[in-house]
Structure formats: structure tokens, C-alpha cells
């Protein structure tokens, strides 16, 4: 089933050549175990490093290159992050970078690992649902990548079209879809009354702040000047795709 709901189109090449397809290790950025700003509930985190979508005014240029970050095998790292995951009371994962299906295979075994332990996976893509479901036909590892996502939220993000109603997205030709029955209620609220985005700001103890969730620039540095942090100290932001 599909439970989607978007606000406006938007004619854009971006997201449109079909990714390479790519065996073997995961090229990864950054896990958290929870966090309440990347998704429904407490959730595991899992930023990927490369993007072949590239929208510009993109948050996370950063994790556009396929190179860099860490290069792990797929199913040792899912067995650690879903250990992490559970031990932290979380409910699902939310797959995002970088662009998730620009490795599919490798996102597809982690996110079926957090299946099987009974938690749900949210996939964030620059492709549109549209182009997945139409890759997947020739692509096993698209196929199944989208077999073990429930919630998706897809399409480039356009920064000509800021959406401000909706949570977790970042403009109004993007779609949050449940691809199973576990988020449509949400899907369906959301669609009905919007709802608001969160940000997480973490500093840890060597004064390096992660942020988590979605703030629009003026808004992010008007905060950071609040709490006197320093730009060159910012470790990461999350990519509005992102928003994938
Ligand atoms: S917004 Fe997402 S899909 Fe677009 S360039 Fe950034 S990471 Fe890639």
C-alpha cells in the first residue's frame, strides 16, 4: 500500500538518471542510536556519505561525495546499529545522507536487519517514489530497499519551494509516503493538519555540536549564536532531503 500525500509539483531534472548499481561495503558518515528529530518517535539515525542527486541549496554538501566517511561491511554494521538502536529504547531507523539508494544493496541488508528485530525503517530520497518503483522492475536491490522501507519521503529538494506545513521535509514537491499500513494514521494527520519539525542540538563534552533535524538557515545560526557556538565547530547537520 502507499499512504502519500505532497503539496506541489515542480518540474526538475534532479533525481531523474537511475544510480549505479553497487555491491559490497557501506560508505557511511554518522549513527546515532536515538533521536526524536529524524522521523516518528524515537529512532536510530544512519547518514550515508555520497550523493549522486546533488539539489542545490542542499544542507549536507558535505555528503555528496562518494568517497571519505567510513567503508564498513553492511551486515556488521547493521548487527551493531540495531543492537544500539535497541538498547536505546528506539522504535525504527531513519536511512538518510547522502542518498540512501545510491547504495542500495547495502541499505537494503541494514534496513532488513532492523526489520527483523521488529523495528520500522524511514528512508529519506532524492529519487521520486515514482522512478524507484520503476527502477526497482530492473533493479533487485532498489526492489528490496523499497520492500523494507514503511515510511518514505521523496523527490529532490527544490529550495524554491519551501514547505513550512509539513515535518521532516524540506519543500512542497517532496511526498512523505507510508508504504505500509505501520505510519499511515501519521501520514494521513499530517495530510490533514501538518505538523512541525524538530531540532536536536547536542554538544558534547569537546564543545562539538551535532544538530539533528530540520531548521531553516536564519533560523539554525540565529540558535547557534544563542548558545555562542561557534560555525567551525558545527560536526553536522542533517541534509533536509534529504531529504535523503
Ligand atoms: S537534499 Fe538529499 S538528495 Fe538532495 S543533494 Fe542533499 S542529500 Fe542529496
Known sequence: MSTSLGQAGGATSLGTAM???????????RFVPATEAEGPGVRAAIWVQG??????????????????????DPTTLADRWVADALAAGAEGVTLLGGEPFDQAAAMAAVA????????TVMAFSGYTHERLVEWAAERPDIARLLAATDLLCDGPYLRDLPDTTRPWIGSRNQEIRALTPVYAERVREIAASGGADSL???????????VNGWATDAALAALLDDLGVRGDRLASRRVREDLS
Open 19 to 29: 544510480p549505479a548499481a553497487c555491491d559490497g561495503p557501506l560508505r557511511w558518515a
Open 51 to 72: 550523493c549522486a542527486v546533488r539539489c542545490p541549496g542542499c544542507f549536507n554538501p558535505q555528503l555528496w561525495a562518494a568517497r571519505g566517511g567510513s567503508l564498513d
Open 112 to 119: 532488513e536487519a532492523f526489520r527483523a528485530a521488529g523495528l
Open 200 to 210: 536536536e542540538v547536542r554538544i558534547a563534552r569537546d564543545g562539538t555540536v551535532a
